[in-house]
């Protein structure tokens, strides 16, 4: 039971973590566009140097961040999920709707990151990039995997909790 609380706590370390460096982002991003040193900060989106934005490349940064967004409300979620298991809360309501938004978070992530920048490159570079590779932690099929596995997880949670309330009103 001392991994639960080890987990739980690099859940919230990486949250922590992951706040702090979408703020210096943030305010790089600020810094750059109001400075208009842009070309200067060595930022990139897919393999495209971002040496100005226009509405294309602002729409897409719109949709990374709000699957990067997404991303973050999933592993808040799996905070809370960990914080429902160590409290023994298994079978409630409240952990298949924690499951569920953990799962319905992935998928949308899983899409609302890559997409748009694997759109951006292409009508930017007018060349469409196909990278074949192994299935790996950053590829969209994988995050899209666990996204399904956590909303087939809230489905079997969903059932226990009734197979329990009905055990627990059978004399």
């Known amino acids: 039971m001392n991994t639960i609380h080890q987990l739980k706590s690099i859940l919230t370390a990486m949250i922590v973590f992951s706040l702090v460096i979408i703020g210096i982002m943030i305010l790089s991003l600020c810094y750059g566009l109001i400075t208009g040193n842009l070309s200067r900060m060595n930022m990139e989106i897919g393999d495209s140097k971002i040496d100005s934005i226009d509405v294309g490349l602002f729409v897409v940064i719109l949709f990374v961040v709000l699957g990067y967004a997404f991303f973050m409300y999933a592993i808040y ?3 809370n999920l960990v914080s ?7 079978f409630s309501d409240r952990s298949v709707k924690t499951l569920s938004a953990i799962g319905s978070s992935l998928l949308l992530s899983s899409f609302l990151i890559p997409l748009p920048l694997y759109l951006y490159t292409v009508f930017s570079t007018n060349n469409i990039p ?3 590779g192994a299935l790996n932690p950053e590829s969209t099929v ?5 996204a399904l596995f956590f909303l087939i997880l809230s489905a079997v949670f969903k059932e226990a ?3 329990k309330e009905e055990n627990e009103l059978t004399i």
């Open 142 to 146: 994988f995050s899209f995997i666990i």
């Open 161 to 163: 909790q009734t197979l």
């Open 130 to 132: 196909i990278k074949l």
């Open 84 to 90: 429902l298991f160590i409290a023994r809360n298994f």
């Open 77 to 79: 979620q799996l905070k």
